[in-house]
């Protein structure tokens, strides 16, 4: 087939009701690239015998070479059906869990997606992983079983037990839809549920006795893969063929005489045919009939390929003519079987024409977008659909039309941004020169070699004209003569390596984006939406029926105005230029780098709600710091991390308080990839990279019960111990007290206030509850400084109920008598104030929990309170943020304020307001507060705190030497927090990856020695059905990951690969202080205890990477350290 014109394609994309927009989701090494190469090689952009060899889609080097695609690539592609043509936007995705956020900015931009499952591996981790994106996102799968000639050829399958297995995978796949589903009716009961609980005057009789949570009432039929609905398709993408159950009830019911529709509906499941009354029947297991779909289809495959490998000539040569092929002399001479049955079954079964009349049929054009998948786009946050303003309702309609009218609103979302070197963008390209050009050039070259030849044969002095002094300037001065267009035609190229050197060398950005709605033209100004971005902001500022232009439009937050300078289409490697996109169309956008970081809403009228942020499926954890070889080049290093920033969706720059620029990547392989952009395409430099900056956590436990060789510690060891942790722990001041039971006292160094904290740790669930509500709390946190500052922004009922809910998931974890009434006196949670820890106030005068926000009880006492316990918190913030053991966050711990002492401090208040008025400056003129931090002071408008003008007047009774209180509060705070840590039991929190490793039983035990060596532990272990492979789920601390899929592949034989995706923080069970104290323990581990302890040894890396003492022997043994001759 020729490939198509970009008429051709402009032409089609006119029609959205014909277009598709699909993209192609698997786990690593399912085939995926190697189907779009099939489906490409479908339009005659490459040949059909490269298809599966050249991987036109992985356009990156080391792509290539790694043999995984790490980007998604968007190309359009054209397909007839009878009359109908259609234009398929195909956009392949990675499968490798290090790029699955490559999969979110593809599956947003897409109406439906092919899921390929390799027929040997089956369902795999990843699978899962796309399939709950694809559902999240609410598109419309379809299913490609690939591989199947490893059955027949790796394997050995008869016919009859590749049907079983093939029945298998999609059973399993089925599973994982209705669970999806089930979940989702589930939910959604809930919310109706929670609704009419929270109308007045329902009946709560009518819900008693409803047990049949609504799974019975909707239909999910259409949900499921089955062949018999035309939505799966069986494959061989590197043999180039494919077929659904269609193809073959088309010919059967030719041959056979049975109606087509029969066919459809028995070809797949246990029918067979009774050939002498032309009847199809149940199968009847116990006769050893064979299912139709074993005798009609698979058998005449197996046979074909049996042929094929034994080099049968005369039966090949047999299935060729009735099947009425013809095969070239050369594939039918060539001695590798696989080029025979690529040449064979390519024309038989055509893969392309299986899968795209699947895609046409059964998938979603722009035009049946769901009213459901409109509305989740459109409600960031907590917010519903119906609580947005009118303005942005009215827009749902444009996006069902995806109307191409001159009203019509333009809405684009730019999923991400990617680098594109900038001389491979259309207009940059070198343009074919027109016939007068060529014919001009020639004439001026003639002229050219002739003057030369004249000024060889001998210089005549007689008649040195200007232009012929010499044969260099000569052609210079006659080259304006020379007309127009070739001036044209040569002087851009000089002009662009001057002028824009910087541009040709760097890489420009363009926006993966699709048009929702309107026609997108070429040098359209448009607004770009940020994620925080209001439309109810914007409508409050700007009076409705606004007709300014867009330049005069007041400053609203998170909005900026831009223009589209260039449209492309997306060809995989190559762009072509438009003029205009009409809806319905994936494009790439040129000219929004400055506008754009990552992704963004585009749209043309500002009452548009920016849409969902997509989600991504891996947590970016590899941290590294990275630093230039020489630092003279610096700024190029800072430059190229920024564009590396933009060009990939889940990398993460961080510049550290210590100074250090750091990248986090979701693994290693992200990671690699990350580093060789940064010094060939982004910063072009030579860099220097540290060992990965390996993240943990600080925590408590309880004391433990036994010691290290499980003896019970009786009571006066326990002491014993407590002692000695305070022994080591000698930096302690002697203003602060411990008490046997762990409570910290502490006094400020002027002596006013006096704090008692105690440390607790949290139970499991509280932790992992207080990480998944960090959107909640964070919530609570901008309403709780919102009302702070006057201005009280009112909560969604979505988010109320969120905040009721885990409120109440609080207590129900919280029992018992030492938890008694302590949710209600949470007031505040860090580190960030959004963390896993708690700060608790169980002191007499405590008014100001963190729920009192949404209660709406702040009062102005509490108010009161409020400025002086900022500092408590801010105490607590940084104490939180870095804890005492390695400057490591803390997790799961909650401080405890016991008893917060403010008597001391009245007498000098009021005393200083005593001198003051003396002084005469009046009763209003300083802070008003007990602690006199300067809180009332400023919000009376006084510019700086009362501290600081008693010292300028020489009054010595809060302004002494050691600054104003409220720095004092934090800093005791802080401390206080650190020394009640220090006096129970500290572990670290290692991160943990889950690992999943498919291997064969042969190498099993290779696979568990790596992991045991790595400190990892088996979870699970199964056995795939029907194959020798097993699927192990491991858990594996992120610290020992390095390396371990290259060892993994290394001692297997590369028979077994792994998939770490981050999982949890899990506390190491050894104590990193630990020293023996019982007879038993120094009988055991000896009197230096010096067996490797695994948090001792995290801890003190951490500790030297961060340049903190180290405490460690540099000797171990001085008396076999004389290793010289002479001294033996």
Known sequence: MVPNSLEKMVQLQRNPKNVRNICVLAHVDHGKTTLADCLISSNGIISSRLAGKLRYMDSREDEQIRGITMKSSAISLHYAQGDEEYLINLIDSPGHVDFSSEVSTAVRICDGCIIVVDAVEGVCPQTQAVLRQAWLENIRPVLVINKIDRLIV????????????????????????????????????????????????????????DWSAGLEDTDDSHLYFSPDQGNVVFTSAIDGWGFGIEHFAQIYSQKIGIKKEVLLKTLWGDYYINMKAKKIMKVD???????????????????????????????????????????????????????????????WLPISQAVLAMVCQKLPSPLDITSERVE?????????????????????????????????PVIIFVSKMFAVDAKALPQNRPRPLTQEEIAQRREQARQRHAERLAAAQGPEPVGPTADGSTPETSPEGEEPKGGEPQVESVTPRPVLQEDSSRETNQETFVAFARVFSGVARRGQKIFVLGPKYSPVEFLQRVPSGFSAPLDELPAVPHMACCTLEHLYLLMGRELQDLEEVPPGNVLGIGGLQDFVLKSATLCSVPSCPPFIPLSFEATPIVRVAIEPKHPSEMPQLVRGMKLLNQADPCVQILIQETGEHVLVTA????????????????????ISVSEPIIPFRETITKPPRVDMVNEDIGRQQKVAVIHQAREDHSRVPEGVQVDADGLVTMTTPNKLATLSVRAVPLPEEVTRLLEENSDVIRAMEQLASSLNEGRGAPLSQKTQENIREFKGKLEQHLTGRKWRNTVDQIWSFGPRKCGPNILVNKSADFRNSVWAGPAGTATQEASRYRDVGNSIVSGFQLATLAGPMCEEPLMGVCFVLERWDQSKFEEPGASERRNRDLAGEGPGGAASG?????????????????????????????????????????????EACRYALQVKPQRLMAAMYTCDIMATSDVLGRVYAVLSKREGRVLQEEMKEGTDMFIIKAALPVAESFGFADEIRKRTSGLASPQLIFSHWEVIASDPFWVPTTEEEYLHFGEKADSENQARKYLNAVRRRKGLCVEEKIVEHAEKQRTLGKNK
């Not at 006769?287 to 090949?316: H, T």
């Not at 659909?385 to 996006?399: H, N, R, V």
């Not at 919000?939 to 004092?968: F, I, M, N, V, W």
């Open 667 to 686: 693994g290693e392989i992200h990671l690699q990839r990350c580093l060789d952009d940064l010094r060939e395409r982004f910063a072009k430099i030579e």
């Open 930 to 974: 007990p602690l006199g931090d300067g809180g009332e002071g400023r919000r009376g408008g006084h510019p700086e705190p009362a501290e600081k003008r008693t010292a300028q007047k020489g009054e010595p009774a809060l302004a002494d030497c050691y600054g104003p209180l409220s720095g004092q509060l934090i800093a005791t705070m802080k």
């Open 154 to 209: 790796e394997l050995k399958f008869t016919p009859q037990e590749a049907y079983s297995h093939l029945k298998n995978i999609l059973e399993q796949i089925n599973a994982l839809t209705g669970t999806l589903f089930t979940s989702k009716v589930l939910e959604e009961r809930a919310e109706r549920e929670s609704e009419s609980h929270g109308t007045p005057g329902s009946d709560p009789a009518e819900q008693v006795y």
């Open 285 to 347: 297991q116990a006769k050893g009939k064979k299912p139709l779909f074993v005798q009609l289809i698979l058998e005449n495959i197996w046979s074909l390929y049996d042929a094929v490998l034994k080099k049968d000539k005369e039966k090949i040569d047999k299935i060729v003519t009735s099947l009425g092929l013809k095969i070239g002399a050369r594939e039918a001479r060539h001695s590798d079987p696989k080029v025979q049955i690529s040449a064979i079954c390519s024309q």
């Open 376 to 408: 989740k786009l459109m409600c960031s946050g907590s917010q519903t659909f119906d609580s947005l303003p009118p303005e942005t309702q009215a827009l749902k309609a444009a996006f069902m039309k995806c109307g191409s009218e001159e009203t019509a």
